[in-house]
């Protein structure tokens, strides 16, 4: 490029407040006559790349960027970075993010450090002699300027005062009293600087209202040594402390980004400070939008203003500001007034829990309660959730609270329960009506007609004038539960749709009921609680419907919760989901640990057939005229243990290879990891249960960290994955099986911990692992691997077990209004150990990185595999897949899911160097690829839809990406497709334009601002008659699409026609600790899928499930055989049933749950065969010891079972003999007449 001269400066930025200032300065400069250059400014807001920019570049003096993002993170300052530095234009590029370095030509050191301190320094005088500094010193022109100005780095800000304060002892005597609470707030100085102060000064008024001290502080972000420049950090000593102790009682934090990765402080400053920190968002866009919008937030804000300061160990606030722009062109955050008085109510509630005597305060501990019956009293994923409250009202009694009593164990406080009012309504009494807690008729109106009148429409076109039917008797409207001293014990009220089912099939946005408004409107203003606790994984408060972030006050969860703090012990594995709680429910949550897990083991029919089957290989090896007896007897097990169809011995098969495929199967069982217990809140793994809880962690590779199995298994010369694969075959010697290997292998792994815990964990004697007779002779990279381990477990993980008791300890900091330190989240038994220990408020992953490197290539794995799967059973390549895509799984496996949806299109992300984040996509050419490119149409959940909308815009992208490519509908079935399609939507009358962008849709869920497909609902509710019935379902809730075009446009047609044309579905496991059949919201999505596509297609898809949970074998596996494999596996596995056993009734619950779940994924997907249904009824409900127990510990669940093994056989989806029939029947009289004793002696 020839270079024309034309003294321009070009100053680009996608920081809007600096390039607001820079017009303000250059216009103002420009009117005086200052200003010679010509001053280019421009937003950088996605912009393309083009010849105009080549053109400008070339014709300017000096080229300014200042960027606020994680590198060259977009495509033009890729190419404008490589045509500046091509053409040795003077340049500079000033990236703010850490560890990133300027890039610059021609502009000398002492050149960057003036510019710096110009755009640093701020304020418009500054701005204004930067422009005339760059015109002298760039541009050849005379003009006269100043230097840098310093102004203050930080300070506090008070509306009533003329100027800013840096002696908070000053501050304190003018603004605070020394007999009130005082909140913080940390907001940017930039905005003191620009005198944007409209929030900040309402927000100190509601605060002051509220009767407390408000220290506004505005503050640098990281620390400039080169500048001088203090930190937050600096900020933080100097304001919010006092004589070296904490002078706040909470922090209101408005400051995007996090606080920490920034490294504008660390995370022990606020660790230190010990109080609870509120995210309060300054919105990007205007209040009307925030308003008018479902989900709160653009994709870049959930970004920057949710998911990054989550790290900090926030609690999530609501939005106190909306950007708009003014008169004069300039923005500005103005307040958004209701939302300020919330925030501050709330800093205020948070507050006060510092200063209130334990023995004072009043704590509402709530239940989940789903379904909505006496059999499922705190229904709460992986967690003794009855156990975990009774241990936590004994922690609390220590601490001072009141507390009346606590109950001897779990039997006796279900009891206590029971004997109040529940939900289950088959059950309440009279007496309990009369005694129990209630909101009359009249005060539940007068909080009716506080509510905003869009809100009193819907609950009255939803549920009726006020207060409604639902738990309404004699005008009064129930709230169950019992009080224990100032301990209000209660179960969540019912969402509505089991009282009215109907609206399953035209209202997934329904509102919650009167009732359920009302009760938590007289925890929070009738009983005045000062706390909630919400236990365990999950209720229904965060799902309500309303925006998916930065909630209004007409969102149910803003509306119900109000400005409670509400403190959540959640699983940590379960990431997503969590994070919702956090986001939409307000939560400070308590991340609890996964439940003790162990090997399968073999059992019974199974036992037998594996010593069957080792007996005869050995035969097979030493005695081979002596095997037909042996081979007779295997084939006489296998029918007994029902394996003849999942294990086929197919004609002409050497019976050596059939019975290498069912050793291999019955391994794969033995070895699986299963469920044998309950998590107890803040209860460490003991004694045995450690032993096994190590041996579940150190399965897998965690990070660095080798697996023990495999490091025992080199002992032996062997890699674990060759003995687990061939398990059937004899070692060379002849003495004995891999898989009998392989369980030496197990009993050696248990011998080392069992060696380590014998010794009290002492790191210092690892190294005895190495003089265990079967090591002596092992390769020193041998030892070095098993002393690695050792280390890793006496270090890391035994302490960070033991860390587990401050799930407990965190939960009563919280209550007592002290900050919870963040951590990770994830599975650590699928080598994630490093998110213990528990406890913490956890958070999850930027969506911006994902998919990351390693989950695309275990996405690109389980793609090949549906494809090579599919080609073997059909013979040709599958045209439509549809899969299920989640934010928890998602989250876990850092976008696994995302990964195989775009290696399926044929397309794979690009990554930016350094943040690793997803910053583009390349078509992976066809000769690459091998294959067609596969159709994909993905059934994303609601929580997605909110957490990742990057990560869908990049989905869609991927999509119209590949149906614009120029090639034939034989190599791209998403272009043959999207082409018929259009010319079918043509035909119907739509544009050409509007055609393409309806016949490209692949992406759908939810309607905005709700969640859920409704599947899990309409089958416990029994409203369906025919398959017909759940599709109609799953389309409704289903069928909106979603991309940078669509934010949930409803079209059910589209939706219908895409579920129609699918040959394959899938959804992904990518752990152990959560399975198909332990919750039933993989039933409800995917399930949902394979009914809809049964119903609208006249015929099932192939239905698979990819299982990452160890990620050095991934595996996919049908639908059936994954349920096959957990039903064997857990289901009747007597290790499984005993460990739940030890739970009582909870432990019942989830059994009950788990029979109720395998009959949901029947109903959907005819999974299910006779004889499973048989084992469920025999070990279940015929057992005389499990019926002893079930009617001991919790008889409701007993009746569920019976109740659902019934349901299954009078919709014909298991041909039971008429005996059994009859025995359920009679089992279910008999229970039933005793839950009525029961009841009739409560009245």
């Given at each position: 490029w020839e270079r024309m001269r034309m003294r321009r400066i070009v100053f680009l930025s996608n920081m809007e407040r600096?390039?607001?200032?820079?017009?303000?300065?250059?216009?103002?400069?420009?009117?005086?006559?200052?200003?010679?250059?010509?001053?280019?400014?421009?937003?950088?807001?996605?912009?393309?790349?083009?010849?105009?920019?080549?053109?400008?570049?070339?014709?300017?003096?000096?080229?300014?960027?200042?960027?606020?993002?994680?590198?060259?993170?977009?495509?033009?300052?890729?190419?404008?970075?490589?045509?500046?530095?091509?053409?040795?234009?003077?340049?500079?590029?000033?990236?703010?993010?850490?560890?990133?370095?300027?890039?610059?030509?021609?502009?000398?050191?002492?050149?960057?450090?003036?510019?710096?301190?110009?755009?640093?320094?701020?304020?418009?005088?500054?701005?204004?002699n930067l422009w005339l500094w760059l015109g002298s010193r760039f541009c050849g022109e005379k003009c006269d300027y100043q230097l840098p100005q310093p102004m203050l780095w930080n300070g506090i800000f008070h509306p009533k005062a003329d100027r800013a304060f840096t002696d908070l002892r000053e501050y304190r005597r003018l603004f605070c009293r020394p007999d009130r609470p005082t909140v913080g707030i940390l907001f940017y100085r930039d905005e003191w600087i620009n005198g944007d102060l409209a929030y900040q000064t309402a927000l100190v008024e509601a605060i002051e209202r509220q009767g407390m001290n408000a220290v506004a502080v505005f503050s640098q972000g990281a620390a400039d040594p080169e500048l001088k420049a203090p930190g937050l950090t600096e900020a933080i000593q100097a304001y919010f402390y006092e004589q070296g102790r904490p002078a706040i009682d909470v922090l209101i934090n408005t400051i995007k980004f996090s606080l920490t990765a920034t490294r504008a402080t660390d995370l022990e400053s606020l660790k230190q400070l010990k109080v609870p920190v509120l995210q309060a968002y300054t919105l990007l866009r205007s209040r009307e939008e925030w308003e008018n919008s479902s989900e709160g937030m653009i994709p870049m804000e959930i970004a920057v203003s949710v998911t990054m300061p989550e790290l900090d160990g926030i609690i999530h606030g609501v939005p106190v500001a909306g950007r708009e722009y003014l008169p004069d062109g300039n923005a500005a955050y103005l307040p958004l007034a209701e939302r300020i008085d919330m925030v501050a109510r709330k800093a205020g509630k948070w507050a006060r829990l510092r200063h209130k005597a334990n023995s004072e305060k009043k704590i509402a501990i709530i239940f989940h309660n789903y379904p909505p019956t006496n059999s499922n009293i705190g229904s709460a994923a992986g967690l003794d959730s009855i156990e975990s409250v009774r241990l936590l009202l004994a922690e609390m009694v220590k601490r001072g609270y009141h507390v009346e009593h606590i109950p001897d164990d779990s039997r006796s406080f279900v009891k206590e329960l029971v004997a109040h009012t529940t939900n289950d309504r088959r059950f309440i009494t009279e007496e309990q009506i009369q005694q129990g807690e209630k909101l009359s008729g009249e005060q539940y109106r007068q909080f009716f007609d506080t509510l905003a009148e869009e809100t009193r429409i819907q609950l009255v076109r939803d549920w009726g004038k006020p207060p409604g039917d639902v738990f309404q008797y004699d005008g009064n409207l129930l709230v169950p539960g019992m009080l224990n001293g100032n301990v209000f014990i209660t179960v969540q009220p019912p969402r509505g749709f089991g009282e009215d089912p109907a609206k399953l099939y035209h209202s997934p946005d329904c509102a919650p009921t009167h009732h359920y408004l009302a009760f938590y409107h007289w925890i929070r203003d009738i009983w005045q609680a000062d706390a909630v606790i919400h236990v365990g994984t999950h209720g229904s408060l965060e799902w309500l419907p309303g925006k998916g972030a930065a909630l209004s006050p007409r969102c149910y969860p803003d509306l119900a919760l109000g400005d409670l703090p509400n403190i959540y012990p959640y699983w940590i594995t379960v990431v997503g989901e969590g994070i919702q709680a956090k986001r939409r429910g307000a939560s400070c949550l308590i991340g609890y640990l996964s439940p003790p897990m162990g090997s399968a083991g073999t059992y019974d029919e199974l036992a037998e057939l594996e010593r069957l089957l080792d007996e005869y290989l050995h035969f097979r090896q030493n005695q081979p005229g002596n095997t037909e007896v042996m081979a007779r007897l295997i084939r006489e097990k296998v029918r007994e243990a029902d394996l003849q169809d999942d294990v086929t011995e197919q004609p002409e098969e050497p019976f050596d290879d059939y019975v290498q495929r069912l050793h291999a199967y019955i391994t794969d069982i033995k070895n699986m990891q299963i469920r044998v217990g309950l998590h107890v809140l803040g209860s460490p793994p003991r004694d045995e249960g450690l032993v096994e809880y190590l041996l579940a962690l150190t399965n897998m590779d965690n990070g660095e960290i080798p697996s023990l199995r495999q490091a025992v298994a080199a002992v032996y010369g062997f890699e674990y994955y060759e003995l687990l694969e061939g398990s059937g075959r004899m070692l060379p010697d002849g003495s004995k099986t891999y898989g009998a290997l392989l369980e030496e292998i197990q009993a050696r792994c248990r011998e080392v911990i069992e060696l380590l815990a014998g010794h009290g964990f002492d790191p210092e004697q690892v190294g005895l692992i190495c003089r265990l007779p079967w090591a002596v002779e092992a390769e020193q990279g041998v030892k070095e691997r098993l002393v690695q381990v050792g280390r890793y477990i006496c270090r890391t993980l035994v302490p960070h077990l033991e860390q587990t008791r401050q799930e407990i300890t965190n939960l009563l900091d919280a209550l007592e209004g002290c900050y919870?330190?963040?951590?990770?989240?994830?599975?650590?038994?699928?080598?994630?150990?490093?998110?213990?220990?528990?406890?913490?408020?956890?958070?999850?992953?930027?969506?911006?990185?994902?998919?990351?490197?390693?989950?695309?290539?275990?996405?690109?794995?389980?793609?090949?595999?549906?494809?090579?799967?599919?080609?073997?059973?059909?013979?040709?390549?599958?045209?439509?897949?549809?899969?299920?895509?989640?934010?928890?799984?998602?989250?876990?496996?850092?976008?696994?899911?995302?990964?195989?949806?775009?290696?399926?299109?044929?397309?794979?992300?690009?990554w930016q160097r350094g943040s690793q984040r997803v910053v583009d996509l390349d078509v992976i050419p066809i000769e690459e690829l091998k294959r067609p490119r596969i159709d994909v149409t993905a059934r994303i959940s609601g929580l997605f839809r909110d957490s990742m909308p990057m990560c869908i815009n990049l989905m869609e992208k991927a999509v119209e990406f590949v149906a614009s490519l120029d090639e034939s509908p034989e190599k791209n079935y998403v272009r043959k497709h999207v082409l018929q399609d259009v010319q079918k939507l043509k035909q119907e009358g739509i544009e050409s334009d509007q055609a393409w962008v309806q016949a490209s849709y692949r992406i759908f869920g939810d309607p905005p601002g709700t969640y859920g497909a409704g599947i899990s609902d309409l089958l416990e509710a029994k409203n369906w008659e025919t398959i017909d019935d759940l599709a109609r379902v799953y389309v409704r809730w289903g069928g909106h699409a979603y991309g940078a075009k669509a934010r949930g446009v409803?079209?059910?047609?589209?939706?219908?026609?895409?579920?129609?044309?699918?040959?394959?579905?899938?959804?992904?496991?990518?752990?152990?600790?959560?399975?198909?059949?332990?919750?039933?919201?993989?039933?409800?999505?995917?399930?949902?899928?394979?009914?809809?596509?049964?119903?609208?297609?006249?015929?099932?898809?192939?239905?698979?499930?990819?299982?990452?949970?160890?990620?050095?074998?991934?595996?996919?596996?049908?639908?059936?055989?994954?349920?096959?494999?957990?039903?064997?596996?857990?289901?009747?596995?007597?290790?499984?049933?005993?460990?739940?056993?030890?739970?009582?009734?909870?432990?019942?619950?989830?059994?009950?749950?788990?029979?109720?779940?395998s009959y949901q994924w029947d109903a959907t997907s005819d999974v299910l065969e006779d004889w499973m249904y048989q084992k469920f009824a025999e070990k279940y409900a015929f057992d005389k010891d499990m019926q002893k127990w079930m009617r001991e510990v919790n008889p409701w669940a007993l009746q569920r079972i019976v109740e659902t093994l019934l349901e299954a056989s009078q919709r014909g989806l298991w041909h039971a003999d008429e005996q059994t029939k009859g025995e359920l029947q009679a089992l279910y009289l008999a229970i039933e007449g005793e839950l009525e004793e029961r009841s009739d002696e409560q009245r």
């Open positions: 600096q390039y607001m200032m820079m017009i303000k300065a250059r216009d103002s400069l420009l009117q005086e006559g200052r200003l010679k250059p010509e001053g280019l400014t421009v937003f950088l807001n996605d912009i393309p790349w083009g010849d105009k920019w080549q053109k400008t570049f070339a014709a300017s003096d000096i080229v300014i960027f200042t960027w606020m993002g994680s590198g060259l993170d977009t495509d033009f300052l890729k190419k404008a970075a490589d045509f500046l530095a091509s053409n040795k234009i003077t340049h500079v590029m000033l990236i703010a993010a850490p560890g990133v370095e300027d890039l610059r030509y021609g502009i000398t050191p002492e050149d960057r450090e003036m510019l710096q301190k110009y755009l640093v320094y701020g304020g418009l005088e500054n701005y204004r919870v330190e963040p951590g990770p989240a994830g599975a650590p038994t699928s080598g994630m150990a490093d998110v213990l220990p528990t406890g913490r408020n956890f958070y999850g992953v930027d969506p911006r990185a994902l998919p990351t490197p390693v989950a695309w290539e275990i996405g690109k794995k389980m793609g090949d595999e549906v494809i090579e799967r599919y080609l073997a059973e059909e013979g040709r390549y599958p045209e439509n897949i549809g899969i299920v895509i989640w934010a928890t799984s998602n989250e876990r496996s850092h976008g696994q899911c995302i990964a195989e949806f775009l290696y399926l299109l044929g397309v794979r992300p690009v409803f079209l059910p047609e589209l939706f219908s026609h895409r579920m129609a044309s699918l040959d394959v579905t899938i959804q992904n496991e990518d752990n152990r600790e959560i399975s198909m059949l332990n919750s039933d919201d993989y039933n409800a999505y995917h399930g949902g899928m394979i009914a809809a596509v049964r119903s609208l297609k006249g015929q099932a898809p192939r239905s698979y499930c990819g299982d990452s949970s160890d990620r050095q074998k991934v595996i996919t596996r049908s639908v059936q055989e994954e349920i096959k494999r957990l039903f064997r596996g857990e289901a009747i596995n007597p290790r499984f049933i005993e460990g739940m056993k030890q739970h009582g009734y909870k432990g019942a619950a989830d059994l009950a749950n788990y029979v109720a779940h």
